[in-house]
């Protein structure tokens, strides 16, 4: 039985779980920075996953099936996750940094895209770091079975996708998580954020993050430093983050109502994973004992 949205915020380890996402995730920034940058908005994301779901279910028996413009289009803009015109322009530079193509006859419409082997490895990548954040939490072994069975991604990444992308309480994140996820690398500060927590998180009101070296994290993650710095100012004006002085050197609190917020939020895209992984091992046979969690209330 996979896990619901609810039994992850319940879970203690869960904080941990989101922290390893986000260690991985800055993994997969250092060795590919424009790819991951593809992941680190709300919108970027939604047209993302939607992307990869509608490429992976193509259906070669199925006239006008996988990845075209107009479904791409149809899929987003029918929850207003984006307007047309984003969805083309996101495909258009999707195309020109080679992270996708047209499939087949370029000269046949509608055109087909496919991912490139580049953008392959990245999305399987993403898959198996979500799930290995799971596995922290239960000693399951999700990321192992799927790596050992890579068919799973293919029914895994669509159900997944569909089921978030469809759900309003993660296409809108809280007003405060949003103020991050919605802002062009908002999500590789949150992440860097969550990195910060600690493997040991204090029960305490307010959770010690350090000190955050705008320039440096401004370079690193290639934004404005002034855009960074008011980001980072207005988390500080909404009770995200506090600050230990009077001083920028003092260094920053994460508060716990915030990081409550936030781990509410992210429970909703594992809960969806869990649920996808659960029901492609079933179609393809292959679970067994190590891929059954412990009860939800056996904490």
Request: with cysteine; aromatic share 8%; charged share 30%.
């Given at each position: 039985m996979a896990y619901s949205a609810a039994d992850l915020q319940e879970h203690p380890r869960f904080v941990l779980a989101v922290r390893f996402l986000a260690e991985k995730l800055r993994g997969v920034h250092d060795g590919n920075p424009r790819i991951a940058r593809f992941l680190a908005s709300q919108q970027r994301w939604l047209l993302s996953?939607?992307?990869?779901?509608?490429?992976?279910?193509?259906?070669p028996d199925v006239p006008r099936s996988g990845l075209t413009i107009s479904r791409l289009r149809d899929m987003v803009t029918g929850v207003d996750a984006a307007s047309r015109n984003t969805v083309l322009n996101f495909l258009n530079q999707l195309e020109a940094y080679r992270f996708m193509r047209v499939a087949g006859d370029t000269a046949k419409r509608p055109r087909r895209f496919e991912p490139t082997e580049v953008t392959v490895e990245a999305m399987f990548g993403w898959l198996l770091a979500n799930l290995a954040a799971l596995d922290q939490m239960d000693g399951g072994a999700r990321a192992v079975t799927v790596a050992g069975h890579p068919e799973l991604f293919r029914l895994?990444?669509?159900?997944?996708?569909?089921?978030?992308?469809?759900d309003a309480r993660w296409?809108?994140?809280p007003p405060r998580v949003a103020m991050f996820l919605w802002t062009e690398s908002g999500g590789l500060v949150m992440d860097e954020l969550m990195r910060r927590v600690g493997t040991d998180v204090p029960e305490a009101e307010l959770v010690d993050?350090?000190?955050?070296?705008?320039?440096?994290?401004?370079?690193?993650?290639?934004?404005?430093?002034t855009h960074l710095q008011r980001?980072?100012?207005?988390?500080?004006?909404?009770?995200?983050?506090?600050?230990?002085?009077?001083?920028?050197?003092?260094?920053?609190?994460?508060?716990?109502?915030?990081?409550?917020?936030?781990?509410?939020?992210?429970?909703i895209k594992f809960a969806a994973i869990d649920d996808a992984y659960q029901d492609a091992c079933r179609k393809l046979n292959l679970c067994g004992p190590e891929d059954i969690r412990p009860a939800a209330k056996e904490r």
């Open positions: 996953q939607a992307a990869f779901a509608l490429h992976n279910e193509y259906d895994i990444q669509p159900r997944a996708a569909r089921q978030t992308i469809g296409r809108e994140p993050v350090g000190r955050i070296d705008a320039r440096t994290m401004a370079e690193t993650f290639r934004m404005s430093r980001l980072l100012n207005r988390a500080i004006s909404e009770g995200c983050l506090v600050r230990k002085g009077d001083g920028r050197k003092d260094g920053l609190y994460l508060s716990r109502d915030f990081l409550q917020e936030y781990l509410g939020w992210q429970a």
